[in-house]
């Protein structure tokens, strides 16, 4: 299908608009299906993410510059919004150019054509001159508006964690994220890597906590974009096709590592596709033993098997497992656990904007009596001795420490154990005071990822 930049970005968010399906997807789909180089590519990624991060602060400017009488549909409201967001947002593109193209879009109206020129003209005139709500007197709408979140998180974040907090957390989780991978220590070191990488053009750096990750320093990339190098061209896709690579936050790597200082011969990972630290365990078992990996998706598991098989996995049994109910056959057996549990994904708002659009309150709720019976069912499954680590991509305390404080009141027979003693050198902050781990984008510069490692007395 022949398409520009912008034409794609436009039918990647109609379809947004038109069903709950991820961002993710929808620009995987779309692009497989467009006939894009990879600088279009590049420009249409960045403004799909682009106009869903800011979209609430692009509709804040958009309001100022037209009547309230006048009635947008779905299709004018994306085409101002990503002129606008071209504007306020993407040096690299002219004025005259962002709003010339975009009017393009609507080309064959030319009425339609006239008032967005005009609404967008007026934008690239007067946009960085409007004042949000104050800081000090709305923190809300300041927020809301500046930072485009939805007032409702901007709330209840303000009450749990203050003012500096939320502000530093939002302004973070709008940052466009660098690649992350970890060594596939099965095939290679870290180092080994990094010169491999360095050798293909690539400018990588070690990570400052997790002992496999790799950091890629050239300008963020997301699937299918182009790398620019001195050597060549090399796509991210290029890159999760290596056995020796998986992609993946620094934050996520920690987790294995709270499960694995001793050699249990019995994993269980449930909810483990697609697999990212089911494999980093198999690597840190170096293949010996056995990791049963456990999810209720089919379709993710099949991720997982070819993730397994990419990377030279190979004591790895999948099961498909609904984990919200007690399985008679794990009873007992297993010498550690991992419940990688679904969650919000607060964390990952850098990676994910989408969510925060996503998310309700109630489905809060819905996920944390989730999160229990995962916790519940699993408890069974643990020999005495062993080891249960939780984990969640999420900074919210009632799918973290408050789910894990609840369970050990029902449970006597685990305790806490502090992940500092087998994290050592991630940053202190980084533990709560209770013990847990929670990293966070605006302290740590990484996704907001909770743990915590429970011992079965």
């Known amino acids: 299908m022949n398409m520009n ?64 009488r006048f009635r947008l549909d779905v299709k004018h409201r994306a085409i101002l919004r990503l002129g606008a967001f071209q504007l306020l947002h993407l040096d690299g593109i002219p004025p005259h150019a962002a709003i010339f193209e975009t009017v393009q879009l609507v080309k064959n109206r030319k009425k339609t054509a006239g008032f967005i020129n005009a609404v967008l003209r007026s934008v690239q005139r007067k946009g960085t001159e409007l004042t949000y709500p104050s800081l000090e007197t709305h923190p809300i709408e300041h927020i809301a508006y500046s930072l485009s979140y939805p007032k409702w998180l901007v709330k209840r974040w303000l009450n749990a964690r203050g ?3 939320t502000l530093g957390f939002c302004q973070a989780s709008n940052q466009v994220v ?63 096709n290596r056995p020796d690579v998986y992609v993946q936050d620094e934050s996520a790597m920690l987790v294995p590592s709270l499960l694995m200082p001793e050699s249990p011969k019995l994993v269980v990972d449930l909810c483990a596709a697609p697999g990212g630290k089911t494999t980093h365990i198999a690597c840190m078992m170096e293949n010996s033993g056995k990791i049963i990996a456990a999810d209720i998706s089919e379709k993710k598991l099949a991720v997982l098997a070819e993730n397994c098989k990419r990377m030279g996995v190979q004591n790895v049994e999948i099961r ?25 994904g607060f964390g990952t708002l850098r990676r994910h904007p989408d969510i925060r659009w996503n998310k309700t ?47 050990l009141k029902h449970f006597p027979m685990f305790t806490l154990e502090q992940a500092s003693e087998f994290l050592p050198d991630i940053p202190q902050s980084a533990i709560t005071s209770k013990g847990f781990l929670q990293t966070l984008p605006h302290e740590h510069g990484v996704d907001g990822t909770f743990a915590a490692r429970l011992r079965r007395i």
């Open 361 to 407: 309150y109630d489905q809060l709720r819905s996920l944390s009596d989730l999160q229990n019976r995962l916790l519940e069912n699993a408890a069974p499954y643990i020999k005495p001795g062993g080891v249960l680590v939780y984990s969640t991509c999420t900074i919210e305390p009632t799918e973290n420490e408050e789910g894990i404080n609840r369970f």
């Open 163 to 165: 003012l500096s907090w």
């Open 320 to 344: 498909t497992v609904d984990a919200t109910k007690s399985d008679l056959n794990f009873i007992n057996t297993a010498d550690a656990v991992l419940i990688d549990a679904p969650c919000s």
């Open 178 to 240: 660098p690649l992350t991978f970890r060594a596939n220590s099965l095939l290679t070191d870290r180092d080994k890597l990094c010169q491999s990488l360095k050798a293909s053009g690539l400018s990588v750096k070690p990570s400052k906590i997790a002992p496999d990750g790799i950091v890629v320093e050239n300008p963020s990339i997301t699937a299918d974009d182009k790398v620019s190098s001195s050597k060549d061209e090399i796509s991210l896709i290029d890159l999760m």
């Open 5 to 68: 930049a912008r034409e794609a970005a436009l039918a990647c968010l109609l379809e947004l608009s038109e069903t709950d399906v991820s961002i993710a997807s929808v620009v995987d789909n779309a692009f497989k299906q467009a006939t894009l180089n990879g600088r279009e590519r590049r420009l249409a990624n960045a403004l799909v993410y682009g106009v869903v991060r800011w979209q609430q602060q692009l509709d804040w400017v958009l309001e100022h510059f037209i009547n309230p």
